[in-house]
């Protein structure tokens, strides 16, 4: 980049005459001909770096005068074709301003890749992978309307009412497909001291087959993924992370792993399970008929984990809600995908049970101020100014990103994540400016009309003397400003209490 | 069940005497291709695809996944010829085992005392074999990787490719299956190949 800058530079304020270019009547000659002007005003050498004629003549005639210096100089040859289609053009061009032989020359050196691609595979078509979790095409059978999350093609909802599909949640059982969460493994003596050190919170003293929340933070103290993990057994523990960061995570935990020296072992086995959450008050009623244990809340309580048959199929089932419903998520092998699917849904006629998407559940999870990483947090968001220093535990002796966080606590907090809506119904933008005293003073987050609370609901960015229940403050709304009131406690069933059901 | 039973789909015949269909990734594809399905060991297996036999002659893409897959850890004895698997080193530690969906629950007790780790990977893999006297050059169109045993890019999807033969195998993480399949079918179409049932090859992976 620095080669490249300068030789701009020199160019800019270069006084070499081009008249006085070897080899540049020949071009000018070349004009006379019938070829439109337009393809002779620039002549490319590199396609790849955008180098021309006159590029590399200019470099030759400061003098770096060989193909080596004159590559490092202007990066003709430096891009991803490495010179399979530049290198003879920059051969005979230097050869033509050096008036030299081509054959004494030589080629840059080429890195990889450097296997020689035919043209019939530069015209092949594009490689754009997608993933689609092994329930995939029944989403497809059901109607659902499928986009891209990531890599990953997911349904966004099965019907054009969102809310409607959200409300059936509410009001019975609702079925969603959340194959594409991250899902390690970690294996070892060590495992839950490993995690311990990852995770501001501890998994050390975490009871065998019990459930907790974690949210990682990055050498900064900033968020940048979370989900839950379940203690499997004394040295198994089965992390689940966001559907975007799993590769992120996993390659993270084998970076510290690597670090540590911890007698640890990692698996990635999110192909591996598939993931089916069932939600709603009668969630309990349709488990007991596709289940082979007590699903009782006295014996599966509220964060448990436990082994079943769900249809016939090995499970790991999670008592955990992301969506404000009692809920079980079911983890099982894969290629079982379509089978638990159909089985969940032959059982669940009973009470009605549908599927629902993506877009239902973010205005359920809005409902109960679950944050989404990534869209209520960014790049500088740390745990206490994101309305969770209750899972911070500096008391602990280290663990990533502790230096930061402390560092934040010490400073004060100057801005909160907190819940908001909207007295008089009108719907900011998703990344609305928070006004305080005519100056952007923070953002909306996150916002949705939530049919179940009846109100326009959201998640913003404020500065820290607003986050308090009741508090007003202004939001821009295509230009004017509308009041937004402060809501510090979920919108929908703050105490847990059907969620705990 | 233990605590890393859920991954393996063979423990509902171990538990409950028998396994609820298991599906590929890839299986819409066939049955859009045509393909004639049979129950195999618990998998539902394309046995056969309408003109195989001339796509046969040229490059046939075979999906395999019915194969257990078994991702063994640390040091320990390799299976020996009599177990009847595919082993690939992928590093010193690190190994993927391919071997007949029957044979999975006994192969992978076996190697869980062998070895530090013996992880079930059967759901998480898919298997697609590329064969006839054009693989290579369809090869070509996917991968530039060209010296096998190989981990590398395939259709921009990380994937261990092995030679089996005169055919390639690949092996990739099940969740682009339906992605790859649709690539390297069209990959194989222009040389005058494309899907081709299980049956129409020969060999274990039957």
Redo the contacts between chains.
């Keep these: 980049m620095q080669a490249r800058r300068s030789s701009t530079t020199a160019r800019a304020g270069s006084s070499s005459p081009r008249d006085s270019l070897p080899g540049f009547e020949r071009s000018g000659a070349r004009r006379e001909t019938s070829v439109p002007r337009l393809f002779l005003r620039r002549r490319f050498v590199c396609y790849c770096e955008d180098q021309t004629t006159k590029d590399l003549k200019y470099a030759i005639e400061e003098g770096y005068d060989s193909i080596e210096l004159a590559k490092r100089y202007t990066t003709v040859t430096m891009g991803p074709c490495q010179g399979k289609l530049c290198h003879l053009n920059s051969v005979r061009v230097y050869a033509q301003a050096t008036r030299t032989v081509e054959d004494t020359i030589g080629t840059t050196t080429a890195r990889p890749?450097w296997?020689p691609?035919?043209m019939?595979?530069l015209a092949?078509?594009p490689?754009?992978?997608?993933?689609?979790?092994?329930i995939?095409?029944r989403h497809k059978d059901m109607g659902a309307r499928v986009f891209w999350t990531g890599a990953?093609r997911r349904p966004h909802s099965y019907t054009p009412d969102a809310q409607a599909e959200a409300q059936r949640v509410h009001e019975s059982i609702g079925i969603i497909d959340v194959s594409t969460l991250g899902k390690i493994?970690v294996?070892g003596p060590d495992a839950g001291a490993f995690l311990d050190r990852l995770y501001p919170n501890r998994f050390s003293d975490l009871k065998v087959g019990r459930i907790r929340y974690g949210v990682l933070t990055n050498d900064g103290g900033r968020i940048f993924d979370d989900g839950t993990i379940a203690r499997?057994?004394e040295d198994?523990y089965y992390v689940t992370t966001t559907s975007t960061g799993a590769d992120a995570v996993f390659e993270w935990f084998e970076w510290w792993n690597a670090v540590w020296h911890m007698d640890v072992?990692l698996?990635n086995?999110?192909?591996?399970?598939?993931s089916v959450n069932v939600a709603g008050p009668n969630a309990r009623s349709l488990m007991e008929q596709v289940t082979d244990i007590d699903v009782s809340n006295e014996a599966f309580t509220y964060l448990d984990a436990k082994?079943a048959?769900v249809?016939?199929?090995?499970?790991?089932i999670l008592r955990i809600g992301f969506v404000g419903e009692l809920g079980y998520e079911i983890?099982?092998?894969?290629?079982?995908?379509?089978?638990?699917w159909d089985?969940l849904f032959e059982a669940g006629q009973e009470w009605n049970a549908t599927p629902f998407g993506l877009e239902p559940q973010r205005i359920l999870r809005l409902e109960k101020m679950h944050i989404l990483v990534g869209q209520d947090t960014d790049g500088e968001s740390n745990p206490l100014e994101a309305a969770m220093s209750w899972i911070v535990k500096l008391d602990k002796e280290d663990f990533v990103g502790k230096w930061s966080i402390e560092q934040v606590k010490e400073r004060g907090l100057r801005s909160m994540l907190v819940g908001f809506e909207m007295p008089n119904g009108r719907m900011p933008v998703e990344g609305a400016q928070v006004v305080v005293d005519g100056k952007s003073a923070g953002r909306i987050t996150s916002v949705r009309w939530s049919e179940q609370v009846q109100k326009v609901i959201g998640m913003a960015v404020v500065p820290i003397q607003l986050a308090e229940d009741g508090t007003e403050f202004d939001v821009r709304i295509d230009g004017a400003l509308e009041k937004a009131r402060v809501v510090t406690r979920p919108f929908f069933d703050p105490e847990g209490a059907r969620l705990r059901s | 069940m233990t605590a890393l039973d859920f991954l393996s789909p063979d423990r509902a015949k171990a538990d409950l005497g028998f396994s609820p269909v298991l599906r590929s990734s890839m299986e819409r594809r066939q049955r859009e291709a045509g393909a004639t399905f049979e129950e195999r060991g618990g998998w539902l297996v394309p046995v056969s695809i309408p003109g195989e036999a001339d796509r046969l002659a040229r490059a046939g893409v075979v999906d395999l996944s019915h194969l257990g897959k078994i991702e063994v850890r640390g040091e320990g004895q390799p299976p020996d010829d009599s177990e009847a698997v595919v082993w690939y080193q992928m590093r010193p530690d690190r190994a993927i085992v391919l071997c007949p969906y029957r044979d999975c629950f006994v192969l992978r007790s076996s190697l869980a005392r062998r070895f530090e780790l013996a992880l079930d990977q059967t759901g998480g893999l898919g298997v697609m074999a590329i064969v006839g006297p054009q693989a290579t050059s369809v090869m070509r169109r996917l991968t530039e990787l060209h010296e096998f045993p190989a981990s590398g890019l395939l259709a921009q999807v990380t994937a261990h490719v092995l030679e089996r033969g005169g055919g390639f195998w690949v092996v990739f993480p099940q969740e682009y299956g339906h992605y790859l399949w649709e690539v390297a079918v069209d990959a194989a179409e222009q040389f005058g190949g494309g899907p081709v049932g299980v049956d129409a090859v020969s060999g274990r992976e039957r």
């Design positions: 890749p296997t691609i035919s019939d595979l092949g078509r490689h754009d992978p997608a993933k689609r979790t092994s995939h095409h990953w493994l294996k499997l057994s198994e072992a698996a086995v999110t192909g591996a399970v598939a082994h048959h249809a016939g199929a090995p499970a790991l983890h099982f092998p894969s290629p079982h995908g379509e089978h638990v089985a």
